[in-house]
């Protein structure tokens, strides 16, 4: 299956496409970085399709703002991802709704040119894998309640370009890193979720990582653009948000765990993000630094 099943979509396709005909009436789904872009245009489909959606942004005014342009019904909550007070009370918020949750979407990130670190960790590591865990971790009996809970973690073609070990375990500062810190921790959220669809295992939940493609959104804001938006291969992003949204909702996929997603199709990733040991490691280091917060 992992080699020969072949969706009806590709690259082209909208997130508005492929959800076409799909009713997620009396279904909740959580989306981080909801105010704009790829988060903005998921919870904004999701929610077209009768979810509600629980948008988290860094601000109230952010996410208020964001929740209320969408049709439809949608919650706002603040999560400051590099804030491990913040991802409790976002998690504490959601789980006082005492609802399954069928979709939560790991979405928000970050990426900057220039080296930056908070609390002795690098910023991408921090923001982009290590809030989410400890979300993912915190809202897990949630996600486990729902009939079919899926978790969606959004990496990125940019894992590829990383040195051999993968994970910079022996300096997580990223001081010393020779590589692009944000291709470092898109391999730590394709391991995360590789780890963590293996922890799912004869339950009805899954976890799936999926590459959204080449999509000009304020992750930008920070840093160049490394290719052309005009050039080749370029997505809109309603066309950046359709692999998220069909692999956190299509039927077709309910038996998918474990799997990195590009294009609306299963992808091979790299040998390191099939690496199950590095991702057990990963997930066991992750655990031990937001330990106080679980």
């Known amino acids: 299956m992992r080699n020969t099943f072949r969706s009806p979509f590709d690259e082209t396709s909208t997130a508005e496409e492929v959800t076409a005909g799909i009713d997620l009436t009396g279904k909740t789904a959580l989306v981080t970085g909801c105010n704009s872009g790829i988060g903005y245009e998921t919870m904004r489909v999701l929610a077209l399709r009768g979810a509600h959606v629980i948008g988290t942004a860094r601000t109230v005014e952010k996410g208020q703002e964001a929740c209320a342009s969408i049709e439809g019904r ?17 998690a504490n918020q959601v789980d006082a709704m005492d609802v399954p949750l069928d979709i939560l979407i790991c979405n928000a990130g970050v990426l900057y040119q220039e080296h930056r670190e908070k609390n002795g ?7 982009n894998h290590l809030g989410h865990f400890l979300l993912t971790r915190r809202l897990l009996n949630r996600v486990l309640a729902a009939p079919q809970g899926r978790v969606v973690i959004l990496g990125s073609q940019a894992h590829f370009s990383v040195p051999d070990q993968g994970i910079y375990f022996d300096d997580l500062s990223g001081r010393t890193w020779k590589t692009p810190a944000y291709a470092h921790s898109k391999l730590a959220n394709g391991l995360f979720a590789l780890e963590l669809a293996r922890r799912f295992e004869g339950t009805d939940a899954t976890s799936n990582c999926v590459g959204p493609g ?8 920070n840093a160049e653009i490394p290719w052309d938006e005009n050039g080749k291969n370029v997505k809109s992003i309603a066309q950046g948000a359709a692999t998220t949204c069909y692999v956190a909702t299509s039927p077709e996929l309910a038996a998918f765990n474990g799997y990195y997603f590009r294009d609306c199709n299963p992808s091979e990733p790299s040998a390191l993000m099939r690496d199950t040991e590095l991702a057990n490691r990963l997930w066991d280091v992750s655990e031990k630094l937001v330990s106080e917060y679980l």
């Open 74 to 90: 949608c919650t706002p909550v603040v999560l400051e991802l590099t804030d491990f007070d913040s991802v409790v009370g976002c």
């Open 121 to 127: 960790l690098e910023l991408h590591f921090l923001v």
């Open 214 to 221: 080449k999509v000009v959104t304020n992750i930008f804001r």
